[in-house]
């Protein structure tokens, strides 16, 4: 499979807001063609028309697709592949949270984080890396969490889908080391998103997402010879 545009091309999932939105906006400044898909189709649209009206020589394909729904997800990830040939760039980012501990939680809270948060990210990796591999070249960025390494008491199965999107990072760092394709977790503590727009702390108090979507384009600018392994990154103050 060859590329279809001299242009790199980058594949964000969850691209409409928070950190998926910067990372989108990053790299689309840096001249990236880019792929993306929400559930929701006005987020799509707004953001589509905003990128190429910006940006008219670049390339961009947003596709309403629910993550959480494997074969869904598939025809989207096929998609993505027949619209840009091969994606540069992959950033496993789609995810959701539940409060409540895990004895407490609703039922069905891990089923549904399992499959936004690390099912998703499992099935489209199958998809979009073996081009890669393939072209020996390529970065995958896996947005886990600091609760992929501490107990979150108050986000029982969403600590648990994120423990295992670094154990699955790791592991593709493993298996795709000798293959030339580059393998990054990032771990953000509290960043300023929608779901913690309703919280009394000030704002000040949280990272912005434009500082995550900055470090990944920093970690994918490095020479072919490096790969930065994880990024822990936290707020001035620490976890909240």
Same mark, same amino acid.
Not at 13 to 24: H, P
């Given at each position: 499979m060859k590329k279809k545009n001299s242009k790199p091309s980058i594949?964000?999932?969850?691209?409409?807001?928070?950190?998926?939105?910067?990372?989108?906006?990053?790299?689309?400044q840096e001249g990236f063609n880019v792929a993306g898909c929400s559930r929701k189709e006005k987020d799509l649209k707004k953001l589509f028309t905003k990128l190429s009206t910006k940006y008219p020589k670049q390339h961009f394909f947003m596709e309403v697709c629910d993550l959480a729904n494997a074969e869904l997800l598939k025809v989207f990830a096929k998609d993505v592949l027949k619209e840009f040939g091969i994606i540069d760039v992959l950033v496993n980012n789609?995810?959701?949270?539940?409060?409540?501990? $895990? @004895?407490? *939680? &609703?039922?069905?809270?891990?089923?549904?984080?399992?499959?936004?948060?690390?099912?998703? +990210?499992?099935?489209?990796?199958?998809?979009?890396?073996?081009?890669m591999v393939k072209q020996k070249s390529g970065h995958v960025f896996n947005i886990c969490s600091t609760a992929s390494i501490t107990a979150y008491t108050n986000g029982g199965s969403y600590s648990i889908s994120k423990h295992a999107m670094?154990?699955?990072?790791? $592991? @593709?760092? *493993? &298996?795709?080391?000798?293959?030339?394709?580059?393998?990054?977790?990032?771990?953000?503590? +509290?960043?300023?998103?929608?779901?913690?727009?309703?919280?009394?702390?000030?704002?000040?108090r949280f990272m912005p997402v434009e500082d995550i979507a900055n470090m990944i384009y920093n970690a994918y600018a490095l020479s072919p010879q490096s790969n930065v392994e994880e990024i822990l990154i936290r707020p001035q103050l620490g976890d909240i």
């Open positions: 594949l964000v999932s969850g691209c409409t807001k928070g950190i998926g939105l910067a990372i989108v906006q990053k790299f689309a789609a995810g959701t949270f539940l409060p409540g501990s $895990i @004895l407490e *939680e &609703e039922e069905g809270a891990f089923e549904k984080q399992w499959l936004t948060n690390m099912s998703s +990210a499992y099935h489209l990796s199958r998809i979009i890396i073996p081009p670094l154990g699955m990072n790791n $592991i @593709l760092r *493993e &298996e795709l080391k000798t293959k030339k394709v580059k393998v990054t977790a990032i771990l953000p503590g +509290a960043t300023y998103t929608e779901s913690w727009k309703n919280s009394d702390l000030p704002k000040d």
